[in-house]
C-alpha cells in the first residue's frame, strides 16, 4: 500500500510497562557493542513487521517506517523477506488466521522473583495472535543468520525469548503455544522455533523477564 502520510502508533505513549521498557532498562547492564546489536535489529526489524502486519504505516515514497528513514535498498530487502514469508505454508496460514499487532493489557500482572511477589500494569503488542482460531501466537524476527542453529543462537543473543515468555504469561489466558519466526536478511529462508509453555525456552525467557521486572518494580514501582 502507498500512502503519503504515517499513521502514529498510540501504543507507544501508553503507561503500563512493555518488554520494550523492560529492553531499555536492560541496556544499563549490556556492553555498548551489544546495544549497537540490539539497536540495529530493531530498526530493520520494525520495517519488516510493519510491511507483513501494518502495511498502512509505511511511506513507500519517502522510505520511512514509524519516524525512521530507510533507504530505496532496504524497502527492497524487506519486500523480498515479505514475499519470503508469505510462501511458507505455515506462517500464510498463522497470518491468515491471526489479528495483527493486537494489544493485550493487564493491569495486575503478577510476577515473582526469588521469592519476591509484586506486580505491574503490563502490556504487548502482538505480531500474530491466532488464539482465536488455532490457540497460539507467533512473533516475527529479521536475521542476519542463514541456519536455524544460527537463528536460534541471535534468539539467545538477543533475549528474544524472554519477550515470548512475557508475551504468554501476560494475558488473562495464558497462551500454551507460540512461534518465533526468523526472517533471513541474507538468503530469505524463514525459520521457526517453536516455544512451548513449561519448555526449555519458555523457562529460560520467563526467568530473564522476572529478574528484569523485579529491578523494573524496585527502582520505579511502589517497594
Not at 2 to 28: C, G, H, M, Q, W
Not at 119 to 135: E, H, I
Amino acid at each position: 500500500m502507498t500512502i503519503t502520510e504515517e499513521i502514529k502508533d498510540v501504543y507507544f505513549s501508553r503507561p503500563e510497562v512493555s518488554n520494550s521498557d523492560l529492553s531499555e532498562l536492560a541496556k544499563y547492564w549490556m556492553p555498548q557493542e551489544l546495544v549497537y546489536d540490539i539497536e540495529k535489529a530493531y530498526r530493520f526489524g520494525t520495517l519488516i513487521d510493519m510491511m507483513i502486519t501494518e502495511p498502512d504505516k509505511l511511506n513507500y515514497f519517502k522510505f520511512t517506517c514509524s519516524g525512521i528513514q530507510y533507504s530505496k535498498e532496504e524497502f527492497k530487502l524487506a519486500e523480498e523477506m515479505k514475499t519470503s514469508f508469505w510462501n511458507d505454508p505455515f506462517c500464510a496460514m498463522l497470518a491468515s488466521n491471526s489479528e495483527m499487532q493486537k494489544v493485550t493489557v493487564n493491569s495486575n500482572f503478577n510476577i515473582e522473583h526469588e521469592g519476591v511477589r509484586f506486580s505491574l500494569a503490563a502490556r504487548c503488542k502482538w505480531d500474530l495472535n491466532a488464539m482465536t482460531k488455532l490457540r497460539m501466537t507467533g512473533d516475527i524476527k529479521s536475521t542476519t543468520a542463514t541456519t536455524e542453529k544460527q537463528f536460534l543462537a541471535a534468539c539467545h543473543h538477543f533475549q528474544y525469548f524472554r519477550q515470548r515468555a512475557w508475551y504468554m504469561d501476560l494475558p488473562e489466558e495464558p497462551v500454551q503455544k507460540d512461534m518465533l519466526i526468523g526472517i533471513s536478511k541474507v538468503n530469505k529462508k524463514v525459520f521457526k522455533i517453536p516455544i512451548v509453555r513449561g519448555g526449555d525456552l519458555y523457562e529460560i525467557g520467563r526467568q530473564q523477564y522476572q529478574e528484569l521486572s523485579f529491578k523494573w518494580w524496585y527502582l520505579f514501582g511502589t517497594v
